[in-house]
């Protein structure tokens, strides 16, 4: 297929190669920056003497402009103007980048995470792109390998964050995220095609807007929740208030001409499937991983952890990473042996063992780099199948919009996942101490398995209900058509036999059918 807006001469063909790893390159930024709040909190809090609470906001900031620009950004990318939705984004996230870096304050700082946050957009953009560019061929493994860039990117991440504040300070983390984030704008401006598919379309404005402040209420008391208190009226009251939004930006999506989401595309089992799965599957996710880097880092004179340093923790993750690299090259080979349908669960039942493995072996810390290793390959399968899902059943115009809401609800359960497993051990911290009992991770870990298992079973009931109801509908299609040739039978004996003189047939009155 070739590429739109491509110039003659060599550079399209400099152009038609670089695509997928410039593509792949983009989402890595993304997710190394969107990272690089995480394991900085406790030196932010320090550096610029704010408490651990509210150094949070960090990363907190991050996620929800990312839930915000996320589907906006689909929208607008599903247009003739993705490369410049894409330009833009970057160009904010390089100024956000250089925001933070610059040692001007707290506050300064937060801002500066905020325009970072409008980079988690960017990967159903690519995903998009990939789609509408690229040969059947070459697209399949590319939105796998793409999906499963935000993961990977969290797993790079944090020790390369470790390993530069260490040595040069936690400033010199923000300007690494800047010089990446150039390199991104040089390269997607050298690369990118001209133009997008598709017409331009009014953006929902209305919606834009109640989606925003209601995820912007929901993931404000989820985050806060642990600070605030759970059954305060403050988190109470942001819970109705984003249930309420929520409801009603649901009710106004299926009423416009042009909605920011389609949600009508979750009639389709396969869509309902991915974005179900998406957002379990995260939750289960970052249970873990917030598990293990505040195992690893808690001191060993509590009876368990080892009192790790930032670098070691995020050398932990990196099999993490390295592993859900590797699962793009096993799902094809999983899909021919088995099915694609298949690949959905296996891959939760290698996360579902990762977290089984947590609970019985954590004693050494070679032990929490096979479980990471473990983990990133289930989560990698799982992950790298939902987008093709998403892509093969909705119209190409809508694959940004389509991707971007499973991009809003996977980091709706990332967060769910850091929260719930913050509330399981700090319910089984003692009062008077500041680190939870080692069965606080016990409980959790159960928890995460319980989790694991419902998105197994979401991943194989809801795809086989489709298939029932397809083939129900395909035996009364098929009935239809009997009853009809039949009729047209009869109607031509009928009319032969008055042409003969012979009288008609009697009526044969046949019974309905149960379930038609």
Not at 395 to 402: D, L, M, R, V, W
Request: hydrophobic share 50%; charged share 10%; net charge neutral.
């Amino acid at each position: 297929m070739p590429m739109t807006g491509r110039h003659a001469g060599p550079a399209p063909d400099f152009r038609d190669r670089a695509l997928v790893p410039v593509l792949v390159f983009l989402g890595t930024v993304v997710a190394v920056i969107s990272s690089l709040g995480a394991p900085l909190v406790p030196t932010i809090a320090a550096v610029d003497h704010v408490s651990l609470s509210d150094a949070q906001w960090s990363l907190t900031i991050t996620l929800l402009v990312g839930s915000i620009a996320t589907p906006v950004m689909g929208r607008l990318g599903d247009g003739p103007h993705r490369r410049r939705v894409v330009l833009g984004s970057i160009a904010v996230v390089l100024l956000g980048s250089v925001l933070a870096a610059l040692p001007l304050g707290f506050g300064f700082l937060v801002a500066g995470r905020g325009l970072q946050g409008v980079g988690l957009g960017l990967v159903p953009l690519t995903i998009a792109t990939a789609r509408d560019v690229l040969s059947a061929e070459r697209s399949r493994p590319a939105v796998a390998l793409l999906s499963i860039t935000t993961v990977a990117g969290v797993g790079l991440g944090y020790p390369l964050t470790g390993l530069i504040t260490e040595s040069l300070g936690v400033h010199a983390g923000f300007w690494f995220g800047a010089i990446i984030s150039a390199l991104a704008l040089l390269a997607a401006a050298l690369v990118l095609p001209r133009t997008g598919s598709g017409k331009k379309r009014p953006l929902d404005a209305p919606g834009a807007a109640l989606l925003a402040v209601g995820l912007a209420a929901l993931l404000l008391a989820l985050s806060e929740g642990e600070v605030w208190g759970w059954t305060s009226l403050r988190v109470l009251g942001l819970i109705v208030f984003a249930v309420v939004l929520l409801a009603g930006w649901s009710r106004h999506e299926l009423r416009t001409a042009h909605p920011l989401v389609d949600l009508r595309t979750l009639r389709n089992r396969s869509v309902l499937t991915a974005n179900v799965a998406g957002l379990i599957a995260g939750v289960a996710m970052y249970m873990l991983m917030s598990m293990v880097t505040r195992f690893v880092q808690t001191p060993s004179s509590t009876g368990y952890g080892f009192g790790t340093s930032v670098l070691v923790t995020g050398l932990v993750l990196l099999p993490f990473s390295a592993a859900s690299v590797a699962s793009s090259k096993l799902v094809p080979l999983l899909a021919r042996r088995t099915s694609t349908a298949l690949v959905l669960p296996i891959g939760c039942g290698i996360s579902l063992l990762s977290m089984v493995l947590f609970l019985v072996a954590r004693g050494s810390l070679w032990e929490l780099f096979v479980i990471m290793g473990v983990a990133g390959l289930g989560v990698g399968c799982t992950f790298a199948v939902m987008p093709g899902l998403i892509v093969n059943a909705v119209p190409a115009h809508e694959t940004g919009s389509a991707i971007s809401f499973n991009q809003v609800l996977r980091t709706i359960g990332y967060t769910t996942g850091s929260v719930l497993s913050a509330v399981v051990l700090e319910a089984h911290t003692p009062s008077g101490h500041l680190l939870p009992e080692d069965s606080g991770y016990q409980s959790a870990a159960w928890l995460g398995c319980v989790i694991w298992v419902v998105t197994a079973v979401v991943t194989i009931v809801l795809p086989r209900r489709a298939s029932a109801a397809a083939k129900r509908a395909m035996t009364v299609d098929e009935e239809l058509l009997m009853d009809e040739s039949i009729a047209d039978a009869e109607t031509a004996e009928d009319s032969a036999g008055a042409d003969a003189g012979v009288p008609a047939a009697p009526a044969v009155t046949v019974p309905a059918r149960s379930g038609r």
